[in-house]
């Protein structure tokens, strides 16, 4: 198994290890990444009743963006957990700047250890965790034990689109993407998907904080700048593919 910094620096789109220590300064920007809060909280909404009642568990919970968006929409309960601890202190400051620190828990760590300690929860967040718990089909099972019976997952994720020539193993086609859901007894009760347009959009935001930040701290560690510029390079990748050759989107799943 991946040790910790691999499996979130892999997350995070970076391929060096060496970029980890500087992910706190690259994204301090950034409050939301990966899942757009409004998003999910739009197809909770729709979608459950007796919302007020809900306990949510974030996995890679980020700076708490999307925990605490919840928290304040349905006054509901929600637990993040993410392994960068300046992540951590964002995500708790955020609550209680927000309001939402009453209703709001982030715990600092492993989630490929700790998210089976968490059970009896409505609803599971994945929010662009990528292969840290295995494939779509491994991930959903795992965390199928932190759910109550007919729980629901958010999925953030995407999958190919036909006729691309990207390589990529953590990425499936259409087709494989629901086989996996329909093959860890899920169903898709409501879904979003992001036209390319919206993700340019998106993507050139992210985009332009990070490499702002990054000639930052060539600026400060010359001795570091091909791991810096490589993750730029990697950034570049990721947008385009994300652009073209996948189809995006936040997936709201219930457990059968």
């Known amino acids: 198994m991946k040790n910790i910094i691999e499996s979130v620096t892999e997350s995070l789109d970076g391929t060096n290890q060496e970029i980890y220590p500087f992910f706190p300064y ?15 909280s739009r197809l909770i909404g729709n979608n459950l009743k007796d919302t007020k009642l809900l306990k949510v568990l974030d996995l890679g919970c980020g700076k708490g963006a999307v925990s605490v968006r919840l928290a304040n929409d349905f006054s509901c309960k929600a637990v993040g957990i993410d392994a960068i601890p300046q992540f951590i202190e964002s995500a708790k400051q955020l609550a209680k700047t927000m309001g939402a620190d009453q209703n709001t828990t982030f715990i600092q760590g492993d989630i490929r250890e700790l998210y089976s300690n968490f059970k009896g929860f409505d609803i599971v967040v994945l929010g662009a965790i990528g292969p840290v718990l295995g494939n779509l089909y491994e991930t959903l099972e795992k965390v199928s034990t932190c759910l109550k019976p007919l729980g629901y997952v958010v999925l953030d994720d995407g999958y190919l689109i036909d006729d691309n020539s990207m390589d990529d193993e953590n990425y499936s086609t259409q087709s494989e993407f629901y086989e996996h859901i329909n093959r860890a007894k ?30 930052e701290l060539i600026s ?16 570049e990748k990721e947008n385009h593919a994300l652009e073209n050759s996948l189809r995006c989107g936040v997936w709201l799943l219930q457990k059968q």
């Not at 690259?26 to 999910?40: A, S």
């Not at 899920?186 to 000639?215: G, S, W």
Request: glycine letters at 2%; one cysteine or more; aromatic letters at 10%.
């Open 220 to 235: 400060m560690y010359p001795q570091n700048a091909p791991v810096l510029k490589e993750y730029i390079t990697n950034q």
């Open 186 to 215: 899920y169903t898709t009760v409501d879904k979003t998907i992001f036209a390319p347009k919206e993700m340019i959009v998106q993507n050139e935001k992210i985009f332009h904080c990070i490499l702002k930040r990054a000639h």
């Open 26 to 40: 690259l994204l301090q920007d950034l409050q939301e990444f990966g899942t757009d809060p409004k998003t999910v």
